[in-house]
Each structure stands twice: as structure tokens, then as C-alpha cells.
């Protein structure tokens, strides 16, 4: 007699494949779920999947971006390089911002209060276009000299200065990206963000070679054209952002009567936003210094180090994903009043990162001379860079606590705390080591790596006590 009944273990099998598929494509497509009420696991799932993939997309640009910029020679990628000295300042005020727009959002979403969150969404506009000002007077009007100072050559300054005018000059649509996609974030709306940024960096990667290099009719702008590509992507992408928020996401809305200067809501942003900005600047001239001591030590450590670097920040992308979301549950569900779930999904999350970045500590020990061979053949640049991996290897796996826990105080509105921790592990530990070991010691680059090994893992674990001491659920924004 044939069996009625299908294998019962094959079935749950059967029907868990289809719960992740289905959760898979509500991630992609977005949801109206609550992410205070639904199960944590897959609120993670969903809101994580998104921002994953919008990360991915934004170092697949970069990649692509320098390749084709490449093709036009070292001065061209120089001009890319220094103008890019000056973005990154531009980046440390946006990505501050984003960190208090996103706690903001999350937080009025999260109490239920929908008509503030788009308020709120209104006014980070505003000062968006505000602090964009002084960069755009800057790079339309003083391009020249702005690569001079940062010691460009000639052709440079005479050819590449058009690059860093559109750049520079049209700042205010990067940093609009950044601040209308921590709207959606926060909103628990991350699929309509991954959607903007692949939108975006999509009809910039299409419209890179086009206007480099020429096509039929359409002229090749060299360098310039790759600034033209990326202000004209990324503006399509404001535009679209700007459609969704006036048309309303699953989340939130902004409507015609909110479009009114508002200085209480401008200034809670402000204020909550120093902190943040706080930590990425300690953290970009962290960097900065640490580059200066390599650069003594030779250009053939300065190589494998900014190798080294782009294969972490490539393999860290699905743990910020991660901690991106980490954000958003923390602030919607400490407006909503349940601080244990937000505390709950710290520790989950943080436990998803820690097993992930194990996996990409074994392929660091094991096999970090064979990445660094994918991107140089020289064989010092191989070693040194491989080093550091290896050296990374041996405790990569706190970083991904070290970047959730940071991102629970971001989410909480509590920005001033992870900045001081950075100030204290960054100026005053990591930048006197690494010279003492790199130089003083000579210990040359390993001092470097040393250094930064030491200061980040204690940095990590020391903000991850500090999270469990509990007193980011009492902040206020």
C-alpha cells in the first residue's frame, strides 16, 4: 500500500525552505512588519538582507569606479585620491548626521509617532542642504587650489581640477543619499534604501565609461566625465528617494505641510548628531596619522597596507549590514518601550557577526597572501599586506561586537559615548604606539600592525562592557 504520508522530517525541511525563501523576498521587496512586535530573528532577517546588499552595491561601485578611472593614469587616479582627502570630511559630517536621523526616526516610528518621524525626515533635508553649502562654494570656486595644497601635480591641477569642481560642487546630492536613506533605515524601510543605492550606483557604473570615454555623438570627458557620471547616478538616485518619501514607504511619509524650516527639530538633530560626527572624524584622522608613520617606514608598506585595508572593509560589509540593523531595533523598540528586546537583538546580532567574522579569520590566517596576490605581484607589498591579515586574524572575530555594540548606542541616540572611547583607544593609545613600535622600536610596519591590533581589541571589548552596563536604554532623542 503506498504511503499516505509524506516523511514528516523531509516536510519541515520542506516547508522551512519555503519560510526563508518567503522571508528572503519580503526583505527584498520590503514589509510593513513591526519590527517591535514581530519575532526578532526574522526582524534581523529582514532588515539586514537590505542593508547587506546596499553595502555590497556601494563597494562594487567603488571598484568599478577606480578601474575605469585607472585606464587614464596614475595623475588621473592622484586627482581621485585627493579629492576624495576632502570628501571624507564631507562623509564624517554625513555619516554623523545619518547616525542621528536614523536613532531619531527609528525612535519616533517606534513610539507609533508617524507624523513626527516625517517631520523629522523633513528637516534632516533641510539641514542637509545647509551643511553642503560651504563644500560646494569650496569646490566650485577654489578647486585648483584645494589640489595644490594637497600637493597635486600638474596635470592635476591643470586637467583633473574639473573633477574636483563637480565633485565637491555637487556634495549636496552625496550627502542627501546618505541622509534620506537613514531615513528609511530608521524607518525599518532598508529595502527602499537598498533599492536607491542600486538605482543610483547602477547608472553611475553604466555611465562611468560612456562619459570617460566616449561613445558616438557623446564626447569623452576623461576624469571629468567620471564626476559627471557619479553626480548624475547619484542625483537620479535623491530623485527617486525623494518620489518614495513624498509618495510614503511602508514606514513613513513625508507630506506637502511639513515642508516648513522647524529649528526645535533641526536642533535635536544637530545635537544628537555631534557624537557621531565626533567618531568618524577621530577615526579618519586616526588613520591619517597611521599612514603618515608608514610612509616613513617605506611606499612598499603604505601599498600592502591600503591593500589590506580594502580587503577588510570588503569582508566587513555584510557585519556592518548586520549592525546597520542592529540600529534600527535598538531605537524602534526603545520607543516603543521594550528595552530587553533591543538589548536581546544586540546580543543576537553580535553573535551572527562574531560567528561570520571566525569563518573570514580562518581565510585571513590561512590564505592571506593568496588575496593579497589578486590585487599586486610584488612580492613585499604581498608579505606586508598579508601580514596584517594575519595578524587581523587572531581577533577579527571582536570586531563584529565591537561594530554592534557601537551601533546600539548610535541607535539609542547615545553617539557621545562610542566617541569618547574612540578618542581615548584611537589618539591617545593607537597613534603613540604605532609610532613607539613602528619608528622608536623600529619595528617598522609590523609596529604599525601591532599597534592597531592591540588598541581595536581593546577598544571592542571595552565597548561591548560598556554596552552591558546598560545605560544607552535610558537616552533620550
Known sequence: MENENPNPTAARIIEHKRSVWSALKDAIRG????????????????????MILELVMESTFAVVDIYFVGQLGASAVATVGLTETYLFLLYSIAIGLSMAVTAIIARRVGEKNKEDAGRSAVQSIF?????????????????????????????????????TQWMLGGNGIIILLFIINAVFR????????????????????????????????????????AAIATTIGRGIGVATQLWTLGRGGKHIQARFEYLRFDTSIVMN?????????????????????????????GSEAVAGATIALRIMMFTLMPAWGLSNAAATLVGQNLGAGNAE???SSVWKIGLYNMIFLIAVSFVYFFFNQSLMNIFTTNGTVIGIGGEWLQILSYSYFVYGWWMVSVQ???????????????????????????YLLALALDWGHSGVFWAVFISETSVGLFTLWMFTKGKWKTSTV
Open 269 to 297: 538633530i544637530v545635537r544628537t548628531s555631534l557624537g557621531g560626527v565626533g567618531q568618524m572624524i577621530v577615526a579618519m584622522t586616526s588613520w591619517i596619522f597611521l599612514m603618515r608613520i608608514l610612509a616613513d617606514v
Open 408 to 434: 546600539a548606542f548610535n541607535g539609542s541616540g547615545d553617539t557621545k559615548t562610542p566617541t569618547m572611547i574612540n578618542l581615548v583607544f584611537f589618539w591617545l593609545i593607537q597613534i603613540p604606539l604605532a
Open 127 to 163: 539641514l542637509a542642504i545647509i551643511t553642503s553649502l560651504p563644500f560646494a562654494i569650496a569646490g566650485i570656486f577654489f578647486s585648483k587650489e584645494l589640489l595644490g595644497l594637497m600637493g597635486a601635480d600638474e596635470w592635476s591641477i591643470a586637467n583633473g581640477y574639473r573633477y
Open 31 to 50: 514589509t510593513d512588519a513591526d519590527y517591535t512586535q514581530i519575532n526578532l530573528k526574522k526582524a534581523i532577517f529582514l532588515l539586514a538582507v537590505p
Open 341 to 343: 528586546r533591543a538589548e
Open 186 to 225: 530608521g524607518a525599518g524601510d532598508a529595502a527602499i534604501a537598498m533599492r536607491v543605492l542600486w538605482i543610483a550606483n547602477g547608472c553611475n557604473i553604466i555611465l562611468d565609461p560612456l562619459l570617460i570615454f566616449g561613445w558616438g555623438p557623446i564626447p569623452a570627458f576623461g576624469i571629468e566625465g
